[in-house]
């Protein structure tokens, strides 16, 4: 079982960009994981924001695209979401998930804001 940690959130002004980061605490390997970022706002369902398989395929929600990349540092054992040109409406609870063998591990989030 993995114990995912994210972290990269914090405060940005509308336009700009971070780096999420999202690594297990055990420092396990998540090269033979599909690793995805979703996010949730307060009230709202979690959504998808983009996915990143073991095979190297990437995928994005529509929001996502030509702003937010998913990458993968194997020698870090770590999966990023660099998202730039940031919104308010981005503004969410960010969390990476690892799903193996049918199982999903879910990290506790890092929270975005985006705001003037």
């Known amino acids: 079982q993995l114990h995912l940690v994210e972290s990269g959130g914090g405060l940005v002004q509308p336009g700009g960009s971070l780096r999420l980061s999202c690594a297990d605490s055990?420092?396990?390997?998540?090269?033979?994981?599909?690793v995805k970022w979703y996010r949730q706002s307060p009230g709202e369902q979690r959504e998808l924001v983009a996915g990143?398989?073991?095979?190297?395929?990437?995928d994005y929600a529509h929001f996502a695209r030509n702003r937010f990349t998913i990458s993968r540092d194997p020698a870090k054992k770590t999966v990023y979401l660099q998202m730039d040109n940031l919104k308010p409406e981005d503004t969410a609870t960010y969390y990476c998930?690892?799903?193996?063998?049918?199982?999903?591990?879910w990290g506790q989030g890092t929270q975005v804001t985006v705001s003037p």
């Open positions: 055990k420092a396990t390997s998540l090269s033979f994981y599909t």
């Open positions: 998930s690892a799903v193996s063998g049918g199982f999903t591990n």
């Open positions: 990143s398989g073991s095979g190297g395929s990437t």
